[in-house]
């Protein structure tokens, strides 16, 4: 009987002693979930047009007026270089020609015409909540998409020319003038309207032609990956491609004609068709031991070609078969070639004339313009395409 109170005080202290440890776990866990509540009521009360996203990219600043006009400002947080696609507020989605963003790096978008996706007309001095949409390639060079409701500052009146970036001449071919083509460039604000644009191939996840023309592409078992600007094709020499029919005669390319093409090159060949027909091609060839860019089978510009960079090519043909042939933007040959001819109809974007004769690598950005390019425009082009 002596050991029963014994026994009962040490269970007695036992029991306070856990009921403290449990005490103090509670007021752990209460502190912690304070903390975090605290945390989340101090961060909504600070980002008045939500400056934060735990994601790969932070929302520093979001306005839309009552003229349907929006700016946002994007912080890149990836850890990598991304390139934005498109940025939309609900349906109302804008193309951005792969804009680039480097790490930690800003850029501020203009968005115009989105108020039925947003109507702030009746929230003139609040805030609303829309749904912003971003489509975007990752350093891994995959194709990802974001959507997130994000807090907007309704203002009267928001001007694109506020925004330390702006688009260029375009951001559509309905910003051009009737028959011109949005050209993108590294991003938007060196987007250009060109003429004479037969067919442009953007590779955006689709084959379609950004021309007025509609020649979209069939693609032939082509990825779509990470390319120049935005995304582009990989193609392995033999049969993956993109082929658009087209007649040559139809579009004047007869008169006057211009290749320009993004090649990433992963394995040196002797011959590697780029684009155009069969008789009349935009190709590399080494058939006199120098690596070249070549209209057809006869001539060579010796341009110095390497494997593993992207490199800008370009050939101009004219009606009496002068040829100007340009890399990287600056002219490397020129001749005439009047054996070039077309004996197809059918376009071929990286498929080989002949078995095993294609590119093994990607591409990006082909053009063919029914006019023959300047040397200052095809400059132009490359330095608004090459990005940094």
């Given amino acids: 009987m002596h050991n029963i109170p014994k026994l009962r005080a040490q269970g007695t202290t036992e029991y306070l002693l856990i009921i403290a440890v449990v005490v103090v776990i509670s007021l752990v866990v209460i502190g912690v979930l304070m903390n975090q509540t605290s945390s989340i009521n101090t961060t909504s009360a600070s980002a008045s047009k939500l400056k934060s996203y735990s994601g790969e990219f932070a929302v520093k600043d979001f306005v839309v007026g009552e003229d349907g006009n929006a700016i946002i400002v994007l912080q890149n947080n990836s850890g990598g ?3 934005i696609q498109s940025i939309g507020i609900g349906n109302a989605n804008r193309g951005t020609g792969g804009t680039q963003l480097t790490s930690a790096s800003e850029r501020t978008f203009s968005l115009s015409d989105i108020s039925s996706a947003c109507d702030c007309s009746a929230s003139i001095g609040q805030k609303k909540t829309c749904d912003l949409n971003i489509s975007y390639t990752s350093a891994e060079g ?3 998409n974001i959507s997130l409701s994000v807090q907007v500052e309704c203002e009267t009146t928001v001007s694109a020319a506020g925004a330390t970036f702006e688009a260029g001449e375009c951001l559509t071919n309905s910003d051009c003038t009737s028959g011109q083509t949005c050209v993108y460039g590294a991003n938007t604000s060196l987007n250009k309207c060109y003429s004479g644009v ?8 689709n084959a379609n032609d950004f021309s007025p023309n509609g020649y979209t592409g069939t693609n032939n078992n082509a990825a779509y990956v990470f390319g120049k600007i935005g995304q582009g094709i990989s193609v392995d020499g033999l049969t993956k491609s ?3 029919s087209i007649d040559s005669s139809t579009i004047g390319v007869n008169e006057g004609l211009t290749f320009s093409i993004w090649i990433y090159d992963n394995q040196i060949k002797s011959w590697a068709d780029l684009i155009g027909w069969d008789g009349c091609s935009l190709h590399l060839y080494s058939g006199l031991g120098v690596l070249s860019v070549a209209m057809t ?3 060579n510009s010796g341009i110095g070609h390497e494997a ?3 490199e800008h090519l370009v050939g101009t043909r004219n009606a009496t078969g002068d040829v100007i042939f340009y890399k990287n933007g600056t002219q490397v040959g020129s001749g005439n070639d009047a054996l070039c001819t077309f004996e197809s109809t059918t376009l071929k974007i990286g498929l080989p004339y002949d078995t095993s004769w294609g590119l093994n690598g990607l591409i990006d950005e082909p053009i063919i313009f029914n006019r023959v390019l300047s040397a200052s425009e095809v400059a132009a082009l490359y330095n608004a395409q090459r990005g940094s």
Avoid: D, I, M, Q
């Fill in 81 to 83: 270089v991304v390139n």
């Fill in 142 to 144: 995959l194709a990802k």
């Fill in 297 to 299: 089978y006869s001539f």
């Fill in 242 to 244: 993109v082929t658009a």
């Fill in 198 to 205: 037969a067919g442009y191939w953007r590779f955006e996840g």
């Fill in 308 to 310: 593993g960079v992207w």
